[in-house]
Each structure stands twice: as C-alpha cells, then as structure tokens.
C-alpha cells in the first residue's frame, strides 16, 4: 500500500501565498504522476495540477500563472506553491499518486486532504 500525507494548508488572505506538501511512503516502485485536486462545499472534486514522471506538468486554467507544481523525486514528494489565492481558491485540497508497487500492482493513493482557506 502506498500512503500519501499532506501538509500546509491554512488560512490565507486574498493575494497571498501557500506552499502544500504531500510525501509518498509505502511499497513504491515507480510513481508515474502525481497531482493536486481540490474539492469546495457543494462542488466537485476537480483537477488543479499534475506531474508526470518525465516532468511535463498540467494546470487547471483557472491556476495558471498563478500555482507551481513541482516534484522531489529522491523524496517521493510533490509540492504545490499557491501565489495570488483568490477566494474561490478556498476548498479541500487532495495529493493524488498513481504508480506501480514492487509486486507489480498498480496503486491509486489518495491523501487525506488539507483545507485552504482564503478569506479577509
């Protein structure tokens, strides 16, 4: 099993910054992609980034220019840097990483997810 921590949410003010960190543990071959989505009240679950192994990345439009995916993998960790948060950047923020486990098997891990919230 792979197991996935997230840390650095809180509270923010509008045009301010956040740095997420989510840290990969368990039986972890390979990590093909790893990746940030987001969930606010009454809303779906959407993608805000991605990582892929070779380190081409994909954004959300509505956090372009403004987020940065990035990945350590030495650390089997994945950050997500938050500049310019707006409001309705507030919501649940979930790691995601999908890969193969030194059996073979592929896992899907999910974190257990970290609130930001961006409020005056």
């Known amino acids: 099993q792979v197991q996935l921590v997230e840390s650095g949410g809180g509270l923010v003010q509008p045009g301010g910054s956040l740095r997420l960190s989510c840290a990969a543990s368990?039986?972890?071959?390979?990590?093909?992609?790893m990746g940030w989505s987001r969930q606010a009240p009454g809303k779906q679950r959407e993608l805000v980034a991605a990582?892929?192994?070779?380190?081409?990345?994909n954004y959300a439009d509505s956090v372009k220019g403004r987020f940065t995916i990035s990945r350590d993998s030495a650390k089997n960790t994945v950050y997500l840097q938050m500049n310019s948060l707006k409001p309705e950047d507030t919501a649940v923020y979930y790691c995601?990483?999908?890969?193969?486990?030194?059996?073979?098997?592929?896992?899907?891990?999910w974190g257990q997810g970290t609130q930001v919230t961006v409020s005056s």
């Open positions: 368990g039986s972890i071959f390979s990590i093909n992609v």
């Open positions: 995601n990483a999908f890969g193969l486990g030194y059996r073979g098997d592929e896992y899907d891990s």
């Open positions: 990582v892929f192994n070779g380190g081409s990345t």
